[in-house]
């Protein structure tokens, strides 16, 4: 994906505050078009809270920004160009699925004939007379997308679109996902689901405490993986042998569940191997690997809760989402 | 508009919300009557009224209105099921996360409270009329057994029938606009109801035992005079102005929160 694009999204300065939390600090952003856009952070990142300031759902105390080149003052001006998933999806329980898009569909003065084409899209065609209070968390969830697919958007904001969906419905609306990318349109989807992100986005942003820590294209943010070997002893008891050993040694060995993770590329492998024989110690396990996003998710974001965390920043007077 | 107000329709359609709201018209519609006639039969008289009921006299129940008296009786309790189900209407966008989609698809947030008003005056306009009928099939019967001059009834009967029709509708309108209101304000459909009930059994009869203190004025004394096409006390016109300046004062504090608010929802 190319980054000269128009931007689709900008935010300059873009704050939010509730009482003494920051939830959005100073934020400034440029989402190119087209494509799939991962928006991830910790809990309490400030990700919902910067959607609903894009949609005119809530005011921003400071800065501006705009979507489809319109100021978010202005929300009625691109509404009907922007597809939306909000956490999780909203309907009224006792309406069938067809009746809850039909109601979107004339708040949105669309065709009807678009409410059997997104049934159609998300595969709901068949279940679409059933009262939504009937349907699985996975079917509302299909529903969700159906309902931000209505107006047939420029712009798709999807908040953890594959919650409650089984692996089979996961790879589906992961391949509409791309499909819509690929067809010109902009998706930009908030999840927790790093495995998700890494496999359907083009372009990443990463948020947390409501400040910017990345944003750009996927493979540049895959760049900072580091290679690692992770290897066992053969006996359970040897592995801390093992550990004191290697980094007696010299090498970087952090201990990962039940292996031992080696900062080392894998041109060393040999050279770890002799070391653990060097120590007494037979391998029953080596095995070289990557950084997946989740490892440099982790790495930027921290590995404590981000809930927690940002409970102990407010607590402690420091600025928290 | 009529996007948003077909919208809403749809959304009210829910067969068991309808079911509920209309069996709960005609329930009270059914109360009230037999009620009154079982009071009224061998010359008997009313008593003299609870918290939101009216009773006519044996002279009125025998007047050609008297077909219709049923309806401003009980306008108050008719009042109190409106009052909760536009509530419920409005708190449940709230409660279910609805109110995110639809100010996402419809930012213009004015259109979607003037659309929620429209559509649930338009629903009360059934419930009044299922109000009606229910009024009349079980008032004929009633009153034939229970040995009521009935003759009067037929007399002006569409001028009757309409009129009584409209003052009930127009008093259960203001008394929805008061449970939207509500609702709006506290996003909550049980703190609307209990607001509107309480205020009704509670606030509003103990202002009215004070002796000092003029009672005109109070919003089930006004939509009561209103449903009854004007009182003694207060005239229609009276009860009329007063009611919509009710509506007016609710519905800009309503629109003004329901605009600014953010929807964290």
């Given at each position: 994906m190319q980054e000269d694009r128009v931007s689709i999204i900008t935010t300059a300065g873009l704050t939010r505050r509730f009482g003494p939390i920051t939830a959005l600090d100073n934020l400034t952003l440029e989402l190119p078009s087209a494509g799939v856009i991962g928006l991830v952070g910790p809990n309490g990142s400030g990700k919902s809270t910067l959607i609903r300031t894009l949609l005119g759902l809530i005011r921003p105390t400071d800065g501006t920004a705009t979507v489809l080149g319109s100021p978010i003052t202005s929300p009625a001006a691109y509404a009907a160009r922007v597809g939306v998933l909000i956490e999780s999806p909203a309907f009224s329980s006792g309406l069938s699925a067809r009746a809850n898009l039909v109601s979107i569909a004339r708040l949105r003065r669309l065709p009807l004939a678009r409410v059997d084409a997104v049934l159609t899209q998300v595969g709901l065609a068949g279940r679409d007379r059933e009262p939504v209070k009937q349907f699985s968390l996975g079917m509302k969830q299909r529903l969700g997308i159906a309902a931000a697919l209505l107006s047939d958007p420029e712009l798709l904001i999807l908040d953890e679109p594959t919650n409650g969906l089984d692996p089979a419905g996961i790879v589906e609306i992961r391949e509409l996902l791309r499909d819509l990318g690929r067809n010109g349109r902009t998706v930009i989807v908030s999840s927790h689901q790093l495995s998700e992100i890494e496999a359907v986005c083009d372009h990443l942003v990463v948020i947390r405490f409501g400040k910017l820590i990345f944003s750009g294209p996927m493979a540049e943010m895959m760049k900072r993986t580091r290679e690692h070997i992770d290897i066992a002893a053969e006996h359970d008891a040897d592995m801390d042998r093992l550990q004191t050993a290697l980094v007696a040694d010299g090498w970087n060995v952090t201990a990962v569940d039940d292996i031992l993770r080696v900062a080392a590329s894998v041109t060393r492998a040999a050279e770890l191997n002799r070391a653990a024989m060097a120590s007494g110690v037979t391998l029953r396990r080596l095995e070289l690997a990557q950084d997946n996003l989740e490892e440099i998710f982790l790495e930027m974001t921290g590995r404590v809760d981000g809930e927690l965390a940002s409970s102990r920043a407010a607590a402690n007077g420091t600025v928290a989402a | 508009m009529i996007g948003a107000i077909r919208s809403e329709l749809t959304r009210l359609g829910q067969p068991r919300l309808l079911i509920t709201w209309f069996g709960l018209t005609a329930l009270f519609a059914a109360m009230i009557n037999t009620i009154m006639v079982t009071f009224l039969s061998g010359g008997g008289s009313m008593p003299p009224g609870a918290p939101g009921v009216a009773f006519p006299t044996l002279a009125q129940m025998e007047s050609p209105s008297g077909l219709m008296s049923g309806l401003a009786?009980?306008?108050?309790?008719?009042?109190?099921?409106?009052?909760?189900?536009?509530?419920?209407?409005?708190?449940?966008?709230?409660?279910?996360?609805?109110?995110?989609?639809?100010?996402?698809?419809?930012?213009?947030?004015?259109?979607?409270?003037?659309?929620?008003?429209?559509?649930?005056?338009?629903?009360?306009?059934?419930?009044?009329?299922?109000?009606?009928?229910?009024?009349?099939?079980?008032?004929?019967?009633?009153?034939?057994?229970?040995?009521?001059?009935?003759?009067?009834?037929?007399?002006?009967?569409?001028?009757?029938?309409?009129?009584?029709?409209?003052?009930?509708?127009?008093?259960?309108?203001?008394?929805?606009?008061?449970?939207?209101?509500?609702?709006?304000?506290?996003?909550?459909?049980?703190?609307?109801?209990?607001?509107?009930?309480?205020?009704?059994?509670?606030?509003?009869?103990?202002?009215?035992?004070?002796?000092?203190?003029?009672?005109?004025?109070?919003?089930?004394?006004?939509?009561?005079?209103?449903?009854?096409?004007?009182?003694?006390?207060?005239?229609?016109?009276?009860?009329?102005?007063?009611?919509?300046?009710y509506v007016a004062l609710g519905l800009v504090a309503a629109g003004v929160v329901y605009a600014r608010r953010d929807v964290t929802d």
């Open positions: - | 009786a009980a306008s108050s309790m008719f009042g109190i099921v409106t009052l909760s189900f536009w509530a419920l209407a409005t708190a449940s966008d709230y409660s279910s996360g609805l109110i995110r989609l639809l100010v996402a698809a419809e930012p213009r947030r004015w259109r979607l409270l003037a659309a929620k008003a429209v559509a649930l005056a338009l629903v009360t306009a059934a419930a009044t009329t299922v109000a009606a009928i229910f009024n009349v099939l079980v008032v004929l019967p009633a009153a034939g057994a229970a040995g009521l001059s009935t003759s009067a009834w037929g007399t002006d009967l569409v001028n009757v029938v309409g009129s009584a029709w409209l003052h009930l509708y127009i008093a259960m309108c203001v008394w929805g606009v008061i449970g939207l209101v509500i609702a709006t304000l506290a996003r909550s459909a049980a703190v609307a109801i209990s607001i509107g009930v309480g205020y009704l059994l509670v606030v509003e009869g103990m202002v009215k035992m004070l002796k000092d203190v003029p009672s005109d004025w109070l919003l089930g004394t006004t939509l009561g005079a209103v449903a009854s096409g004007g009182t003694a006390a207060i005239s229609f016109g009276s009860a009329l102005t007063l009611a919509l300046g």
